[in-house]
């Protein structure tokens, strides 16, 4: 599954997934500063199977109803690793089960 992080989450966050997937970051993608709407049509374009993103307000802002892939939405207090980490098998679960585009939403575990 090719997979792009948004320029928000932790670029460490990328080593955690990419034994299993072809994980890139925006910045990796060279797409830092391109807003939501425009990045949709680059993942779209780019072949991109799967978008985390830590906006939780992402649902809101876009028409999401032809989603290009696969939405994942990590909703934690602080956007700091240490806070990623403990979602790892939540979003490799979310990963793994199926292509449909839709939204997911992880919460953080208090």
């Given at each position: 599954?090719?997979?792009?992080?948004?320029?928000?989450?932790?670029?460490?966050?990328?080593?955690?997934?990419?034994?299993?997937h072809?994980?890139?970051?925006?910045?990796?993608?060279?797409?830092n500063?391109?807003?939501?709407?425009?990045?949709?049509?680059?993942?779209?374009?780019?072949?991109?199977?799967?978008?985390i993103?830590?906006?939780?307000?992402?649902?809101?802002?876009?028409?999401?109803?032809?989603?290009?892939?696969?939405?994942?939405?990590?909703?934690?207090?602080r956007?700091?690793l240490k806070n990623?980490?403990?979602?790892?098998?939540?979003?490799?679960?979310?990963?793994?089960?199926g292509?449909?585009?839709?939204?997911?939403?992880?919460?953080?575990?208090?």
């Amino acid at each position: 599954m090719k997979i792009l992080l948004d320029e928000n989450i932790d670029v460490r966050f990328k080593k955690y997934l990419d034994e299993f997937h072809d994980v890139f970051t925006v910045n990796d993608m060279h797409w830092n500063g391109i807003k939501n709407g425009e990045l949709l049509k680059l993942i779209s374009a780019n072949g991109f199977d799967c978008w985390i993103v830590v906006d939780k307000n992402i649902q809101y802002q876009q028409n999401l109803s032809r989603l290009p892939c696969k939405v994942i939405i990590i909703d934690i207090y602080r956007n700091v690793l240490k806070n990623l980490l403990p979602l790892i098998p939540e979003v490799l679960v979310l990963l793994s089960s199926g292509t449909t585009n839709d939204v997911f939403i992880l919460k953080e575990k208090e």
